[in-house]
């Protein structure tokens, strides 16, 4: 199947729904590749539309067990003072569509990568040599029109006027109002409240992650509006 093939099939799989991001980091109670798999099935009861899975491991684990389409990222050490980095190498993007991802995400902002490997390059190679859709995570808008990513996403977002439980409504009206590729939402979606105001505006899908997949936070943003951690 050519890219555009999967492009047209995914968009219309991922349409008004929602995309469960089912990834952990070291330390985490949850970080491990069954427990991920665990999350990918709670996701298909739940209605997921997809899911988004981070290394070629988590994604051949979970395609083997849940039929849903997989965005597939892969965290690696930054090479900047910005941390990890999304997906920075085409080979890193080529294990996972060998996994069996069938979207790759990764960072198309102007940070440096490894072997000084080009992100418009990694984008184009991406959708011709592995015939896979790409979606940009973006920072700012530049960021979305930086490549020829098939579809944009406000990821990696960091809006000062917002806190940790809003998602930047600015920079998700600025990427639909100012270009033409697809938008999947994502990050600090926490109430349905918020996933209906950005359908209303006209994202194409919304991607949740913590507000799911991260029970020690969802049980301390109901601590914090307990009786008792207000008396503290």
């Not at 003072?81 to 999304?86: A, K, L, R, W």
């Not at 896979?132 to 098939?150: K, L, Q």
């Not at 899908?205 to 951690?229: D, F, N």
Request: proline share 5%.
């Amino acid at each position: 199947m050519s890219k555009d093939e999967k492009l047209r099939q995914l968009l219309k799989q991922f349409d008004g729904g929602i995309i469960i991001s089912c990834q952990s980091k070291p330390g985490d109670p949850t970080h491990s590749t069954e427990f991920m798999g665990v999350f990918a099935e709670c996701a298909l009861m739940g209605g997921a539309s997809g899911l988004r899975v981070n290394s070629a491991q988590d994604v051949a684990y979970i395609k083997k067990r849940v039929d849903l389409p997989i965005i597939g990222i892969w965290k690696r050490p930054g090479l900047d003072e910005h941390g990890i980095m999304i997906t920075p190498t085409f080979e890193d993007a080529r294990q996972l569509v060998e996994a069996g991802a069938d979207l790759i995400a990764l960072d198309t902002t102007a940070r440096r990568r490894q072997n000084d490997e080009n992100v418009i390059e990694i984008v184009q190679r991406i959708q011709e040599d592995l015939q896979t859709p790409v979606m940009a995570d973006c920072h700012i808008f530049e960021d979305a029109i930086r490549t020829s990513a098939d579809i944009v996403a406000p990821t990696l977002s960091l809006n000062d006027e917002s806190d940790e439980y809003t998602p930047d409504f600015a920079f998700i009206e600025a990427l639909i109002q100012k270009q033409p590729k697809p938008v999947i939402a994502e990050g600090r979606f926490w109430d349905p409240e918020n996933v209906s105001r950005a359908f209303a505006m006209g994202v194409h899908a919304i991607v949740i992650g913590s507000a799911v997949t991260r029970p020690w936070l969802i049980t301390e943003r109901y601590v914090r509006a307990s009786r008792k951690y207000q008396q503290l």
